[in-house]
Each structure stands twice: as structure tokens, then as C-alpha cells.
């Protein structure tokens, strides 16, 4: 089951891959170019998509935060995903980890809302061992764990 799960991930990702376009930001609706400039005035770097029914955006803010949103045709963000400090990660999320990974550093710490579920995806790495990718819920539920 957990290979099918996993192949239907990775199949999902490509798919959505090969379709995206990169587009100017002249051809993104002004509706949606004005949501983004008002949201992310500091945004560096800006690479615009098409992905499906959706516009989305790859930007910078700051040295070393990747962020991209994705919006619907009427200019309201329906994902975004940033990367993100330990410190900011919810104590439901830090005591689950200590708990079940206590062994582990975290790497690639990324919070992604999707509307309205907020959750968190991370590698977690250990000397010796087996290291994790991993995604988990503001509560600290586990929803995906994969052997990395």
C-alpha cells in the first residue's frame, strides 16, 4: 500500500512537471500581479507559471527564505509554500520530534498552507541511523514518513 501511495505521489509530480509553463509576469492577470506585489512587497527574484488552472509564483524575500504561492484565477492564494526556521515550527511539531526522532537534525524545514491546512515537511538526518523525510500536521500527527 505504501508503494502504490508512494508511486501515485511521484507520478502526481511529474505530471504536474511537465505541464507548468514558465510564463512573463506580463501575461499574469493584473488582479493576481497586485495580490502579489501587495503581499510580498520585499520579494526578489520572481519566476512566474502556469501550473494547471493556476498562477504560480517562485520568489526570494530576504537571503535564504524560497517561498512559492500559487493562485486561482481571481487572484486568491490557494498554496503557499516557504521555508522556514526550527524556531518557528508549532511545540505540538518539536515535541513529536524530540519524542519519535530525538537522534535526528533537521534540514529542509518547509511550512506549506493549502487551503487552510497548514503542514510541515522536513528531512531528518542521524549518523547512524536510517534518515527521514517526513510530513506532520501543527498537531504533531505524522502523515507521511519516508525512508530517505
Same mark, same amino acid.
Given at each position: 500500500?505504501?508503494?502504490?501511495?508512494?508511486?501515485?505521489?511521484?507520478?502526481?509530480?511529474?505530471?504536474?512537471?511537465?505541464?507548468?509553463?514558465?510564463?512573463?509576469?506580463?501575461?499574469?492577470?493584473?488582479?493576481?500581479?497586485?495580490?502579489?506585489?501587495?503581499?510580498?512587497?520585499?520579494?526578489?527574484?520572481?519566476?512566474?507559471?502556469?501550473?494547471?488552472?493556476? =498562477?504560480?509564483?517562485?520568489?526570494?524575500?530576504?537571503?535564504?527564505? !524560497?517561498?512559492?504561492?500559487?493562485?486561482? %484565477? &481571481? *487572484? @486568491? +492564494?490557494?498554496?503557499?509554500?516557504?521555508?522556514?526556521?526550527?524556531?518557528?515550527?508549532?511545540?505540538?511539531?518539536?515535541?513529536?520530534?524530540?519524542?519519535?526522532?530525538?537522534?535526528?537534525?533537521?534540514?529542509?524545514?518547509?511550512?506549506?498552507?493549502?487551503?487552510?491546512?497548514?503542514? =510541515?515537511?522536513?528531512?531528518?538526518?542521524?549518523?547512524?541511523?536510517? !534518515?527521514?523525510?517526513?510530513?506532520?500536521? %501543527? &498537531? *504533531? @500527527? +505524522?502523515?507521511?514518513?519516508?525512508?530517505?
Amino acid at each position: 500500500m505504501k508503494k502504490q501511495i508512494l508511486i501515485l505521489g511521484v507520478t502526481i509530480a511529474i505530471a504536474s512537471i511537465v505541464r507548468a509553463q514558465d510564463i512573463p509576469q506580463s501575461q499574469v492577470p493584473s488582479v493576481i500581479v497586485n495580490e502579489f506585489n501587495k503581499q510580498f512587497p520585499k520579494a526578489t527574484n520572481v519566476e512566474w507559471e502556469m501550473d494547471g488552472n493556476f =498562477y504560480n509564483v517562485d520568489f526570494e524575500v530576504g537571503w535564504d527564505t !524560497d517561498h512559492a504561492v500559487w493562485y486561482n %484565477s &481571481e *487572484g @486568491k +492564494i490557494v498554496k503557499h509554500k516557504e521555508d522556514i526556521s526550527k524556531s518557528e515550527l508549532p511545540k505540538a511539531v518539536n515535541d513529536r520530534i524530540r519524542a519519535d526522532f530525538s537522534s535526528h537534525s533537521i534540514n529542509d524545514l518547509e511550512r506549506i498552507s493549502d487551503n487552510g491546512q497548514i503542514i =510541515y515537511k522536513m528531512e531528518l538526518n542521524a549518523l547512524t541511523k536510517p !534518515d527521514w523525510e517526513i510530513v506532520i500536521d %501543527s &498537531e *504533531g @500527527k +505524522i502523515l507521511s514518513k519516508i525512508a530517505d
